[in-house]
């Protein structure tokens, strides 16, 4: 049985630093900033607001090529192939496959060329495992990182 973490939350304003990235996220606060349940990057799979799944890569935790070791402990997701609005839309994300641990880059290109093995790794993922397999989440708290078996 496949094991998948959720997180149900909120879409805040992030930085903007996505955007000049060229890899735009949306941004989801976690309420246990102590913890680490979830930590790394992702392949998996958000539902917006009004039911339409999209494929997304997803980074839990401190951005430390940024914040080091001690930033804001946060989800965000880059969805594949989308662009538009999310602020403010209660999103459902399931994050699916562990791709890698968060990484301190020397540099943004450095950050880039790993983000873009992150979104070949996600699309392959996400082709493999179809929206309609996914588990059900139920409505668990915002911000909380929660364990689903499907
Ligand atoms: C798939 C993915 C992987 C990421 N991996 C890392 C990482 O390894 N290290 C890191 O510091 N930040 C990582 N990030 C976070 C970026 O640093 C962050 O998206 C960027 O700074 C923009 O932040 P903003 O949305 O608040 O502007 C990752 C983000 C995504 C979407």
Request: net charge negative.
């Amino acid at each position: 049985m496949p094991e998948y973490f959720v997180v149900r939350g909120t879409v805040e304003h992030g930085d903007e630093r996505g955007r000049e990235l060229g890899f735009p996220t949306a941004n989801i606060a976690l309420r246990d900033q102590s913890g680490s349940v979830g930590d790394g990057v992702w392949a998996g799979w958000v539902r917006r607001a009004d039911g339409t799944p999209i494929p997304a890569a997803i980074s839990v935790g401190r951005r430390p090529t940024y914040y080091g070791a001690d930033g804001y402990r946060l989800l965000e997701a880059h969805l594949l192939d989308f662009a538009g609005d999310l602020y403010d839309e209660t999103l459902v994300v399931w994050l699916g496959a562990h791709l890698r641990d968060q990484q301190a880059y020397a540099s943004a290109e450095d950050l880039i060329t790993a983000l873009k093995n992150d979104i070949a790794a996600a699309t392959q993922w996400a082709a493999n495992h179809p929206a309609e397999t996914l588990p059900d989440p139920g409505e668990p708290p915002l911000g909380e990182v929660r364990r689903i078996k499907s």
